[in-house]
């Protein structure tokens, strides 16, 4: 008890030793008995950090106590017992000890150091980071009906192409959120910007449907890992009374992204001569542009994140502290200096750090071979990642993780099925309202006449055609219905859901044309001949960019603007909880709104309105989330709800797409009653805005 006792430091914002009493106890200014000179400061400059025959140490001018110090103090203590004589209990009751000391100095630190340049450098570092995210929910929905063509894609490819970001950002969370938690916060962030920005480049260019699905599933594996390490990454850098608000503000960036998104490919995709061609086997049309583009916000954060430091909590977590205290002191000298205070002096010089009980296994260079000793580090890291993810579910932890599972879940459930539906029934209504127009034709007949010219929504019933020609024209939507075809020709002829059913086709040429076997249903084809069919899939520009798609997303991202800037505002003021709570009971609402969606003007505003409510739910529960949690378990914790959330957002795009042009009533009451019960069990999670970050 005697140890521990000489061990507990009277201050804990300064190491008291009699050679570092030039540090002011309270303005933070410097009082040193005499005033240095100016030759004296120049001399302290360079030799700041130097050590020769270790004559000069290199923290001397910093702050840092020197070793020797720190040696001469232990050798007064009566002896301890050794670690690894000593309970493993004990040594995690230690530590959960230091960890609590150093949660209130480091908050007292981040206060020292003052909300300021360095911090808005970094906002909008991992900004950029978290817009990328926001890109790439959307990027696959944008170029699917263009991508569909280029690749000859099937309905189930289709469905395929849309859900594997998601299954890939699932995993991705959950595994490089439990890494940021063991490897540092910087490091993760960028290996997943890196796999992002590299896949999604790669995406662009790759002309087969299957390797186009492999780069989009690495792609957001890249990407949804990065979502927990940045809001554990930012948050570490923030006070208790700038977290809730500035997180906030952070997630603004993912509606940015949206924007973004919507934007470039309004812009871009229907312009066809944006792209090139080699040969006839390699195309490089415009929504592979709009692709390549996508992939900038990545890059620009992965850029700019180079020059960012890593965060000083995760550092003190595994015992650097020097490393700590160095970064800690550039956040304070970068903000003092902005605001014009550059004399401010830097206080601290001894920060608490954790009793460290992990097992770490230094592996000499003679042991084994290369590739041997890399396992060994790769298997004892996932190890520890593991043992993390089961420590979210010790006593401690499980309710909270349980409730936190629920909530995501059901959130992502209604929100993300939402915002795929909304888009359908849409599209749902406007093929309604076109085959409502549609032009019938009974028992016309034709004979010597040229078609070169578009024929679209008619249906032509027991027609007879002969010695008509059929050149250079296109088919869109057209059915012939038992009707005669005698000597006629066609010629570079294109079509697009057009089908011939019960017609007899006699003594006809194709020639050029994509009227392949399929499209003729049970049709009697005598001495017709079929020369020369087009090869491979053609896009149809006029009728697949659909401008609509790319508003309702602008629309529905801008949208959530209000509901950012009042969840930044009160985050702090009526805390996290009531905020879940409010804002997905006021979503729930707004979904039995949908049932008098019977128009797209309509449903577009629906859509604004549920997207505008949600938001400030989504905004809590990322800062929830970061302050529930310790830092050797916050990146771990996240990663693993925000897999789940991606689950339910995978969940949610099959069920409520299966629902579309059958009925309304189960997709709105999914969402609702989802809404409610996990907004009535956030009522019950703890309320963490007066918590210092552990």
Same mark, same amino acid.
């Given at each position: 008890q005697g140890g521990r006792e000489a061990n507990q430091v009277s201050d804990d914002y300064r190491y008291q030793d009699g050679n570092y009493e030039g540090y002011a106890p309270n303005d933070g200014y410097y009082r040193g008995g005499d005033e240095p000179t100016h030759e004296e400061d120049a001399q302290s400059d360079v030799t700041e950090g130097h050590d020769e025959d270790d004559e000069v140490y290199e923290g001397e001018y910093q702050g840092i106590p020197h070793p020797d110090d720190i040696q001469e103090k232990q050798k007064k203590r009566p002896p301890a017992v050794a670690d690894e004589y000593r309970d493993r209990a004990d040594l995690m009751a230690e530590r959960m000890e230091d960890e609590e000391q150093l949660a209130h100095q480091y908050e007292n630190i981040i206060e020292e150091c003052g909300h300021g340049r360095f911090q808005w450098t970094l906002f909008f570092v991992l900004g950029l980071a978290l817009m990328a995210d926001g890109v790439e929910v959307f990027v696959v929905g944008f170029v699917l009906p263009s991508a569909e063509k280029d690749m000859c894609l099937s309905s189930s490819n289709k469905g395929m192409l849309g859900l594997i970001v998601y299954l890939g950002m699932m995993v991705g969370a959950v595994m490089l959120g439990g890494l940021a938690d063991k490897l540092g916060r910087k490091k993760c962030l960028i290996i997943s910007l890196a796999i992002n920005a590299a896949f999604a480049f790669l995406s662009s260019f790759v002309q087969g449907y299957g390797f186009f699905l492999f780069c989009r599933l690495i792609s957001g594996l890249g990407i949804g890992g990065s979502l927990p390490i940045v809001f554990a990454y930012f948050s570490e850098f923030l006070s208790r009374e700038k977290r809730g608000e500035h997180l906030s503000w952070l997630c603004m960036f993912w509606?940015?992204?949206?924007?973004?998104?919507?934007?470039?490919?309004?812009?871009?995709?229907?312009?066809?001569?944006?792209?090139? +061609?080699? /040969? *006839?086997? =390699?195309?490089?049309h415009s929504w592979r542009v709009f692709v390549l583009v996508c992939s900038l916000p990545c890059i620009a954060s992965l850029v700019a994140l180079k020059f960012m430091p890593e965060s000083p909590r995760f550092l003190l977590e595994i015992g650097k502290h020097d490393e700590a205290w160095m970064i800690l002191k550039q956040v304070h000298d970068?903000?003092?200096?902005?605001?014009?205070?550059?004399?401010?002096?830097?206080?601290?010089?001894?920060?608490?750090?954790?009793?460290?009980?992990?097992?770490?296994?230094?592996?000499?260079? +003679?042991? /084994? *071979?290369? =590739?041997?000793?890399?396992?060994?580090?790769?298997?004892?890291?996932?190890?520890?990642?593991?043992?993390?993810?089961?420590?979210?579910?010790?006593?401690?932890?499980?309710?909270?993780?349980?409730?936190?599972?629920?909530?995501?879940?059901?959130?992502?459930?209604?929100?993300?099925?939402?915002?795929?539906?909304?888009?359908?029934?849409?599209?749902y209504l406007q093929e309604e309202a076109y085959e409502s127009r549609v032009k019938i034709f009974d028992e016309e007949e034709v004979s010597h006449f040229t078609f070169n010219f578009t024929l679209e929504n008619q249906i032509h019933r027991n027609g007879e055609y002969r010695n008509d020609k059929f050149i250079g024209m296109k088919f869109k939507e057209v059915r012939f219905e038992d009707s005669l075809f005698e000597e006629c020709y066609f010629e570079d002829v294109t079509s697009s859901e057009t089908f011939f059913e019960n017609c007899t086709i006699i003594s006809t040429v194709f020639y050029n044309t994509d009227l392949y076997e399929h499209i003729f249903i049970n049709c009697r084809l005598i001495n017709s001949t079929f020369l020369k069919e087009k090869e491979g899939c053609h896009l149809d520009f006029e009728e697949e960019n659909d401008f609509l798609i790319y508003l309702v997303s602008f629309l529905g991202s801008l949208s959530v603007l209000p509901g950012n800037i009042i969840s930044a505002l009160l985050m702090d003021k009526i805390g996290r909880i009531k905020m879940i709570g409010g804002s997905m009971l006021i979503s729930a609402v707004c979904c039995f709104f949908l049932f008098f969606g019977n128009s797209e003007s309509a449903m577009i505003g629906w859509q604004c309105l549920f997207c505008g409510a949600s938001i400030a739910a989504w905004n809590a529960l990322d800062v929830i989330t970061v302050e529930l949690y310790p830092t050797d378990k916050r990146a771990t914790a996240f990663g693993i709800l925000n897999g789940l959330c991606k689950f339910g957002a995978i969940l949610g795009n099959s069920i409520f797409a299966s629902f579309v042009g059958i009925t309304k009533v189960v997709p709105i009451l999914l969402a609702s009653s989802a809404l409610v019960g996990g907004g009535l069990l956030a009522l019950r999670l703890p309320e963490t805005r007066e918590q210092v970050l552990m």
């Open positions: 509606m940015i992204g949206g924007i973004f998104a919507s934007a470039m490919a309004w812009s871009i995709i229907p312009h066809y001569g944006w792209g090139f +061609s080699m /040969g *006839t086997k =390699y195309h490089f970068t903000n003092m200096r902005a605001k014009g205070e550059p004399e401010r002096v830097f206080t601290v010089s001894y920060i608490k750090t954790p009793k460290q009980v992990d097992e770490f296994i230094e592996i000499q260079s +003679s042991t /084994g *071979t290369w =590739y041997q000793r890399w396992l060994v580090r790769i298997t004892t890291t996932f190890k520890q990642v593991w043992d993390n993810v089961l420590y979210c579910l010790t006593a401690q932890y499980r309710m909270n993780t349980l409730m936190l599972a629920v909530v995501w879940f059901t959130m992502a459930l209604s929100y993300y099925g939402l915002i795929v539906w909304f888009p359908d029934m849409i599209r």
